[in-house]
């Protein structure tokens, strides 16, 4: 996996007014940004490959920015989401932060709310690629463990200790010892509670 490129920032809104005023703000902070006028025309050019933000209208024709966050989810895109809207109430708002939004910003925005909520979703997007990343290396890291330090990862990621280890698979303590120290070089890493986080959501 390639190092991330330069995040982009979506802006989906069917007012060309709001679209063209969100534009010139994150511009003027030195964001990348891109427009549509519909979530149909995002999805058409969509690349679940690139990284960024999603600033979306709730209320739009044929099909709202709910539905639009709804494909994304079907089609596993998790691309983070500022939902914006002039008739969202507060259900509405509750709602999308339980599904996953970063923030819901009421029209009229103010200005350094919605940048705000930006460089959260920006900064929620960069760990994300920064732990697929990690777990694209940890992937390829882990093929270069023989049969036997596998065996001892397996235990050792479901909780057990050297001693049980040792037992289940009829070594001795010290070679589980050495397995474990080999493993953790190969693989990069300083412990198995470190490979437990990384394990998570990536998977090796």
């Avoid at 979306?56 to 966050?69: F, Q, T, V, W, Y």
């Avoid at 996953?100 to 910003?105: K, L, S, Y």
């Avoid at 103010?110 to 992937?139: F, I, K, P």
């Amino acid at each position: 996996m390639s190092e991330p490129i330069e995040p982009t920032v979506f802006v989906v809104d069917d007012d060309r007014g709001v679209r063209n005023s969100i534009r010139e703000l994150l511009i003027s902070v030195g964001l990348a940004v891109e427009t549509f006028e519909s979530a149909q025309s995002f999805l058409e050019t969509f690349d679940p490959a690139r990284r960024g933000c999603l600033i979306l209208d709730i209320r739009m024709a044929h099909m709202s920015g709910l539905a639009l966050e709804a494909k994304l989810a079907e089609i596993g895109a998790d691309l983070p989401i500022v939902f914006i809207s002039g008739h969202g109430d507060i259900s509405m708002a509750v709602n999308a932060i339980k599904r996953g939004a970063v923030d819901f910003v009421p029209k009229p925005y103010h200005e350094q709310q919605l940048l705000d909520a930006v460089n959260e979703a920006l900064r929620r997007d960069e760990s994300r690629c920064r732990a697929a990343l990690d777990g694209d290396r940890l992937t390829e890291r882990a093929h270069k463990l023989t049969a036997r330090e596998r065996q001892v990862l397996d235990l050792a990621l479901r909780g057990h200790s050297s001693k049980v280890i040792a037992r289940e698979l009829g070594i001795s303590h010290r070679t589980v010892e050495l397995h474990r120290s080999n493993l953790l070089e190969k693989l990069g890493i300083a412990s198995i509670t470190e490979l437990l986080r990384l394990k998570r959501g990536n998977g090796i």
